[in-house]
């Protein structure tokens, strides 16, 4: 029996990773070891994350009267779907955000999962689909720190 490996994300990756992997057409097999991969790697890192961002949310956001987080008003008076913040909250916040998402993320790979792993890793690293930087959007880095990831499978 082969020992079992450490797969090493950033926890930014999280995300990324899963919705790229939701978006492929695969054929069946490819099809079943994403939905297991997503369903032990992503989903409950992702729920997660959302957790901790909500956290710091509420340790920064302005609050009403009522104690209730505020969100920012637009120039037309109505709500905006983000929450308000003081600039220098603000900072705090991004700086914590920030540090949270550039956190380490293991993944143990069982023997029991390496079929699964080893299915992702051929599609993430022999993918036909092109990867562009843009401003925002750094696509293509990302996509070299999946492959690096599985490179070590």
Not at 53 to 80: F, N, P, T, V
Not at 106 to 127: H, Q, R, S, Y
């Amino acid at each position: 029996m082969s020992k079992d490996k450490t797969l090493t994300f950033k926890t930014y990756h999280v995300y990324p990773l899963g919705k790229w992997l939701q978006g492929l057409e695969l054929p069946g097999k490819q099809s079943r070891a994403r939905n297991r991969f997503i369903d032990a790697v992503i989903a409950n890192k992702s729920s997660e994350i959302e957790k901790g961002r909500i956290e710091m949310i509420e340790k920064y956001a302005k609050r009403d009267k009522k104690g209730e987080l505020q969100l920012k008003k637009m120039e037309d008076g109505s709500e905006s779907k983000e929450y308000d913040m003081d600039a220098e909250s603000m900072k705090k916040y991004s700086s914590e955000y920030s540090t949270y998402m550039d956190e380490i993320y293991l993944v143990d790979v069982t023997a029991a999962k390496l079929e699964d792993f080893n299915t992702i890793a051929g599609i993430v690293l022999n993918t036909e689909e092109t990867f562009v930087d843009v401003p925002g959007n750094l696509a293509a880095t990302m996509y070299n720190e999946w492959c690096e990831v599985f490179e070590k499978l």
